[in-house]
C-alpha cells in the first residue's frame, strides 16, 4: 500500500484495472485507492506483471506498507503465484489507531437552571471517596541494593569488567557463593552468545569490480559537491497525462522521459556541464551532442545504457529508446557502445515512495549526474477569491553532483536553474 498523501496511515481498496496475468508499463492505473483525502489512481512506474491481488476491491484500512499485490518481471511464470498469500508476503500490520479526541468539557456545572446544561446523575452527586487498601507484606527484611548484587571480590570485579563479562550469568566458586578471579577467567558464554556472527561470503563478479573501482575512483579523483532543488511537476504530469491519452497505444511516457528530456535542455543551455575532464591530455572537452546515460538496476548491477542526441529527440522516441535499452540492460544484451561513453547522467530512485532525495556518484569522465527522489504532494499557498488558502503541489526533490574540476558552483547553479525551469514549464520540451 503506496503513501499517496502526507497524512496517510492506510488507505481503502477501490476498483484494480488490471487483473492477475496483466501486463503493466509505466503510467498504468494499477488499482484505486482512497486515501484520508480522496479517491487517487496509482499509476505503476515500472514494466512488469501482475502476478497476484493479495487484497481485493473493497478492503479497508489497509495499513501503508502492507502488501496488496505481486509484480514480476514481464515474462515471467506467473503460476507459481495462484496459491500465494498474504502470509507468504510477510503479513500484514495494523494501521496505527486515530488519535483519541478529549472529551469537552461542558461550559456550565451540572446541575443548573440553565437549559443547556447536563443533568446531573446519582452517581455525580454524590462525592466519591477513595477506599483504602491495606498493603500486602510477605514478611522478612528488606533487602539493600548491595545485597542485591551478585558477591563477587573487587580484583575479580575489575577482571569482568575489562574482559567484558557479564557478573551475573558466572557462578560463584568462593565462600558463600562468592564470584572469585579463577570463577572469571573459567566463564564460557553459552547459546547463542558463544556462537561467532553468522554470515555468508559472495564471490564479486567482474562486472561487480568495474563498478566498485570506477567508483572508488570517481570519489577519489573527483571533488564532488551538490546543489539541490524541490521541483514542482504538477503541470508537466498534467501534459503527460494529456499525451497518453491521445496516443491511441502508441506511446506511453513516464515521468522519467521528461525528465531525461529536461537534462538535454538544460545541458544546452549550460554546455561546461555537459563536458569531461581529460587530466592526462591537459584540456577540458566540451561536448557538442547531449548523450544521457540512464542508470537502470539488473541483477548483476548498475547499468547505463545511452540515449544518445537527447536533445534532437522528440518524448516518444526517448520514450521508445529507454524502454528497449531499459530492457536489454537487464537482460544483459546491450552492446559496449550503448553502455559506454555518455555526456551527462541522470538516476531516478522515484519509484521508491520511501526515497525522498539522495546523491549520486559521479559517472567519470562525466562532470555531473542528475539524482530523483520521489513525487511528494506538498502544501503550498494559493490565492483564492476568499483569499490566501493551501493547495496540494505535487513535488520532486532533484539533487546535482558535479565535478568542482570541470563545473564551478555558480554554473552548476545555473544548470539546476534551467532545469527546473523547463520541468514546471513543461511545453517548452516540445519547442
Known sequence: MPALSPTMTAGNIGTWQKAAGDKVSPGDVLVEIETDKAQMDFEFQEDGVLAKILKESGEKDVAVGNPIAVMVEEGEDVSPFES?????????????PPPKEEASEASEPPGTSSSTAPTASKEESKPSRPTAQESQSKGGRLQT?????????????????????????????????????????NYKPSGASAAGPSYEDFPTSSMRKTIATRLVQSVNQNPHYFVSAAVSVTKLL??????NSTADGKYKLSLNDFLIKACGVACRKVPAVNSSWRGDEGLIRQYNNVDISVAVATSVGLMTPIVKGVDGLGLEKISAQVKDLGKRARDGKLKPEEYQGGTFTISNM???PAVERFTAVINPPQAGILAVGTTKKVAIPAETDSG????????????????????????????????????????????
Do not use: C, Y
Open 84 to 96: 500465494f498469500t498474504l502470509e507468504d508476503a510477510g503479513g500484514e500490520k495494523a494501521p496505527p
Open 145 to 185: 541494593s548491595l545485597e542485591r548484587q551478585p558477591a563477587i571480590s573487587p580484583r575479580a570485579k575489575a577482571l569482568a569488567l575489562e574482559n567484558g563479562v557479564p557478573i551475573k550469568a558466572v557462578k560463584g566458586t568462593g565462600p558463600k557463593g562468592q564470584i572469585t578471579e579463577k570463577d572469571i577467567e
Open 238 to 243: 498534467k501534459l503527460r497525462q494529456a499525451l
Open 350 to 352: 522515484g519509484m521508491n
Open 388 to 431: 490566501t488558502g493551501v493547495e496540494w503541489d505535487d513535488q520532486i526533490v532533484v539533487t546535482g553532483s558535479f565535478d568542482h574540476k570541470v563545473v564551478d558552483g555558480a554554473v552548476a547553479g545555473e544548470w539546476i536553474r534551467e532545469f527546473k525551469k523547463v520541468v514546471e514549464n513543461p511545453l517548452e520540451l516540445m519547442l
